[in-house]
Structure formats: structure tokens, C-alpha cells
């Protein structure tokens, strides 16, 4: 019995920090789309076309599982921060501020993917370095390393100006 009251309760868990709306999935997940088609379309020269689609399906798994990590744990944050002044608060201020929480630890996440192993990505590299010489090996690797910079500072950009653009959302600022 009590599996199913945890499994219940992971699922409630779930479901608070899942966006509610059209326009809070495309904030959450639009920049991981983009990363993801960046992925693929920065692949290497003669990377194949099902190559490509796995390195991008491969940069939004890891990109989503980082945001819904960063989000949940942001709220068990808020949880644990405000929790105990629930009823102090009034139960709209104390949503909000678990709101603020689970935006927070989504943008905190965002740093996630630029240190996340990616198996195929390294596949896709390696096979490309094993036709380049030397040269245009040192060119790629850079590239490659300034892609995932460019992606850490404009996921940062995106995911923290996000929740700033939609009126009366959870903003860290409100």
C-alpha cells in the first residue's frame, strides 16, 4: 500500500513542477529545442543525417532532464525555506514563492549540460577527427568548445530573461 501512496506522491510532485500552459512549456523547453537543432546542425561535415538527429535528440534529453532536475529540486528548496511559514504567508504568497523557488533552481541547472557526458556527440566527434588532420582537428575541438560556451551564456540569457517576459508569472524579481 504504501508504494502506491509514494508513487502517488511523485506523481503530485510531478505534475507542480511541469508547465501548465502552452506558453510556459514553450519558455521551458524552446531554448532546449533550439540547443538541440544547434546540435545537429553544427555537427561535423559529412556527419550523417541520423547522426545529426541522435546528437540533437541526445543535447534535449540532456538539456529537459536538466531543467525538470533544476526545477524540482528548486522547489523541494522552497519547500524546505518556506515551508514552515505556509500559513504565515497565506497560501497565495507561499505559492508564489515556491514558484520563484522552482524558476530559480531551473536557471541554476542550466550550467548542467555543458558538464554532462554525451556518448553520441563523442561518437560523432571522433569519427569526424579520424578523417581531418591535425590541423583541422585543433580548429574543431575549438569550435566545438566555443559552441558549448555560447550555449551555456545564451541558456542562462534565455532561461533567466525567460520567466521575465510573461505578465504576472513567477519572476525572481516580483
Known sequence: MTRFASAGKLLQGLKQILPQSAGEWTLRLGPEVGFAA?????????????????????????GAGSSFLGS????LGGKAIYGKRAAELGDEAYQQ????????????????PVFTPRPIASHVYEQAMAQQSRQQQEAMLQQ???RLLQE????????????????????LYS
Open 38 to 62: 544547434l546540435d545537429g546542425i553544427m555537427a561535423p561535415e559529412g556527419t550523417s543525417l541520423v547522426d545529426r538527429g541522435l546528437l540533437s535528440g541526445e543535447g534535449f534529453l540532456i
Open 72 to 75: 524540482g529540486l528548486g522547489r
Open 97 to 112: 514563492k515556491l514558484a520563484n523557488a522552482t524558476t530559480a533552481g531551473d536557471i541554476s541547472a542550466s550550467v548542467l
Open 144 to 146: 566545438e568548445q566555443e
Open 152 to 171: 551555456a551564456l545564451l541558456g542562462s540569457v534565455l532561461t533567466g530573461g525567460g520567466s521575465l517576459l510573461v505578465p504576472g508569472s513567477a519572476s
